[in-house]
């Protein structure tokens, strides 16, 4: 659901888009104390991808 709301075409005001990214730094953060999981690795890869993308994006401009 974040990565949609991030990545689709509907305009998100500063304070949705800082709300999102703060969901995904608690979800990065949970799933760091979760390091013996290949799955919790796999997807801190997956939020860290989506982090890039979004400020490589225009939204930061």
Do not use: S
């Given at each position: 659901m974040i990565?949609?709301?991030l990545t689709g075409s509907?305009?998100?005001s500063d304070m949705q888009l800082f709300s999102?990214?703060?969901n995904l730094g608690?979800?990065?953060a949970a799933l760091l104390r979760m390091q013996d999981s290949?799955?919790?690795q796999r997807?801190?890869?997956e939020v860290d991808k989506l982090l890039e993308t979004m400020f490589a994006s225009s939204r930061f401009a």
């Open positions: 990565r949609e709301t509907q305009v998100l999102q990214l703060r608690d979800i990065k290949p799955t919790a997807m801190v890869g």
